[in-house]
């Protein structure tokens, strides 16, 4: 069974910088890409930030130059460095994984982690 499990979540004031983690575990055989998404209340749930091995990283614009995401592939982790964070980057950001396990290949999600921006 192959688990996505983030933390690092909180509360911040504008202006301010969180970092998001994120480890996949389980029988993984390979990763294939892992990313954020986020949704807010009332809001569909978005693309923050992707990062397939090997190929080009993309970010949401509202969040470019403001947000850095990173892996330590020999971890199986993904991080989500936020800085300028705004009050509308409060959100469940959610962790994400394409991976083949032996469970064959297949996206994962994990649970979510609450991050507000407020003073």
């Known amino acids: 069974q192959v688990q996505l499990v983030e933390s690092g979540g909180g509360l911040v004031q504008p202006g301010g910088s969180l970092r998001l983690s994120c480890v996949a575990s389980?029988?993984?055989?390979?990763?294939?890409?892992m990313g954020w998404y986020r949704q807010a209340p009332g809001k569909q749930r978005e693309l923050v930030a992707d990062?397939?091995?090997?190929?080009?990283?993309v970010y949401a614009d509202s969040v470019k130059g403001r947000f850095t995401i990173s892996r330590d592939n020999a971890k199986n982790t993904v991080y989500l460095q936020m800085n300028s964070l705004k009050p509308e980057d409060t959100a469940v950001y959610y962790c994400?994984?394409?991976?083949?396990?032996?469970?064959?290949?297949?996206?994962?999600w994990g649970q979510g982690t609450q991050v507000t921006v407020s003073s």
């Open positions: 389980g029988s993984i055989f390979s990763i294939f890409a």
């Open positions: 990062m397939p091995s090997g190929g080009s990283t």
């Open positions: 994400t994984a394409r991976l083949r396990s032996v469970l064959g290949s297949g996206g994962y």
